[in-house]
């Protein structure tokens, strides 16, 4: 059976929610704590203000922002992750991670007794143990 007829994945509905390079890196930039319109545009380089406009409002659909309205006169608002965007920033710095080798400079985080940078690993909390690749089951999306 081809993987075009099968049900959706997870990472197809998670491609769905936040699949393009602006979505992700507004919700990068929202990750320091709510920003005003203005402040995303700065924060976000080269985004066109109707782009922008677009993706913090499916975002708003996505549950992932919520817009505070700051101003009735005019209306204006500050924007910030919901809890679920929040969690979703740990996936965006898997991504900027997986990534770090090829940019010129570095965005793991670092151990702040010894300065090691950090690694990610599945961690089973009922063991509590982190498990490796072979003692792991399948991924849904792969």
């Not at 929610?17 to 995303?40: M, N, Y």
């Amino acid at each position: 059976m081809s993987r075009v007829s099968e049900a959706p994945s997870p990472l197809a509905d998670a491609v769905a929610r936040i699949g393009d390079r602006w979505t992700l890196l507004v919700i990068e930039a929202l990750l320091d704590g709510p920003r005003r319109f203005g402040e995303l545009a700065d924060d976000v380089d080269g985004i066109a203000p109707n782009i922008l406009t677009r993706r913090l409002r499916h975002l708003e659909e996505e549950g992932l922002v919520v817009a505070r309205p700051y101003s009735e006169r005019p209306r204006r608002f500050a924007y910030e992750l919901t809890a679920s965007g929040r969690e979703l920033g740990g996936a965006i710095s898997l991504l900027a991670q997986w990534a770090a080798p090829d940019a010129d400079h570095p965005v793991s985080p670092q151990h702040t007794a010894c300065g090691t940078p950090l690694e990610a690993r599945w961690y089973c909390p009922t063991c509590e143990r982190a498990v490796d690749g072979a003692e792991a089951s399948e991924l849904p999306f792969v």
